[in-house]
């Protein structure tokens, strides 16, 4: 007897998936809701646990396979011991003749390596033959790449070498697109296609808000149990112009504008596999250190790609903070079907006039991207000159003034 493992239930809004990593093969171990596989959507990546404890019997579908819904992925006899021959592992782990040469081919062109194994090798510019793989047959896993990063550093002399290389020795890699990045290509082109998106730019003194983190960071870490950010501030700040200016909150559907009473901020996030935006709900409804302990956990998911379909879909606004990356100015684009994107930036020291007198302090600019089908210019400077005051005087928004 045997039991079948199935790609989960996709989302309505995904047909297919692609099977990113098998963490087990054909005669190993796996113990009961142990992570077998990761399915890679376009939205998120899905963990495939064991539904009992046993030996995996046969692999049906290989990394990198486009499956449906439901789609068969695997066996696995359960309660058998790790050694135990089983039906299907001679015929899952013996090739016909023409698959024993395509093998052979994909093994030569390093089609053999996972999806995720192929982008870290192309992003840290090691060839395959340098990492020792440790998986079935001696294949490369991520583990083995991450260790061999972490035991062979680059030192300088060795990046100078490689500027010194002859131009002959230059090569190119070809690494195919993962589906969230097919995805972010697509909403940014059907953003700059489909909107009048336009730019306008404020800047704002952020020395109040240091000096209030400065003075209170210590007690609200100990009451609250994390780090006041700036991060709460700017949804606090936001949500507060979004209650005033509602055709910022709103969004076009057809012939008709979609105004929403509630206030769902989605917070732009820079995971390993792309930028993705999952949502902060009820922003209105939050503390600062409810704010800070969503950004968090959203942040965190992200990055370990836990995040589900659910925490990513709708959002009113999005705020994306470039400035953690040292950017000082850009042009963020909207994400549909919203109507605006605000863009903060690096905070720097710059001399500023106030009252007739030079003064240096911390100023960071403010980018509000939105579409002006939707938003004229009164609303969209408005929004952001709301957005600059209640920053610069934090205490207007515990006051609502």
């Known amino acids: 007897m045997t039991v079948e493992i199935l790609v989960p239930d996709l989302p309505e809004s995904v047909a297919d998936a692609t099977v990113a990593t098998w963490h087990k093969q054909p005669g190993d171990a796996v113990a009961r809701d142990e992570v077998i596989v990761e399915i890679e959507t376009d939205k998120v990546v899905l963990e495939v646990p064991a539904p009992e404890e046993g030996i995996l019997e046969a692999i049906l579908e290989q990394e990198g396979a486009t499956v449906l819904s439901k789609q068969l992925l695997a066996r696995l006899k359960p309660g058998a011991v790790a050694g135990e021959p089983t039906q299907d592992s001679t015929a899952a782990t013996e090739p016909s003749p023409d698959k024993r040469h395509k093998a052979a081919l994909t093994e030569e062109t390093n089609d053999a390596l996972s999806p995720a194994v192929r982008r870290l090798l192309a992003e840290h510019s090691l060839e395959a033959s340098q990492v020792k793989g440790s998986g079935v047959g001696g294949r490369i896993t991520r583990e083995d790449v991450e260790a061999y990063l972490a035991t062979n550093k680059a030192q300088p002399e060795v990046e100078q070498a490689a500027l010194a290389a002859p131009v002959a020795a230059r090569s190119e890699k070809r690494v195919p697109m993962t589906r969230l990045r097919k995805r972010i290509a697509e909403r940014l082109l059907e953003a700059k296609n489909s909107t009048a998106m336009l730019t306008t730019f404020n800047e704002v003194n952020m020395k109040p808000i240091m000096e209030l983190r400065k003075q209170y960071q210590d007690l609200f870490e100990k009451k609250h149990g994390i780090r006041l950010g700036f991060m709460s501030f700017y949804v606090k700040a936001v949500t507060e112009a979004l209650k005033r200016y509602p055709e910022v909150n709103a969004s076009l559907d057809g012939d008709d504008i979609v105004y929403h009473n509630f ?9 390993p596999r792309g930028l993705v935006t999952p949502v902060l709900r009820d922003s209105d409804t939050l503390g600062l250190a409810q704010i800070e302990k969503g950004i968090k956990d959203l942040a965190e998911k992200g990055r ?18 470039g400035g953690v990356f040292g950017s000082l100015m850009s042009t963020p684009i909207i994400n549909p079907p919203q109507a605006a994107i605000l863009g903060m930036h690096k905070i720097q020291d710059r001399a500023m006039v106030v009252d007739g007198q030079i003064e240096i302090l911390p100023m ?38």
């Open 263 to 271: 206030f769902d901020i989605s917070i732009a996030v820079s995971t």
């Open 364 to 401: 960071m600019y403010l980018a509000l991207s939105y579409d002006h089908r939707l938003i004229d210019g009164r609303e969209s400077v408005g929004f952001l000159v709301t957005v600059k005051e209640l920053l610069e005087d934090p205490a207007r928004l515990l006051l609502d003034v």
């Open 304 to 321: 370990d790609g836990k995040l589900t379909v659910d925490e990513l879909i709708g959002g009113n606004f999005t705020i994306t903070n």
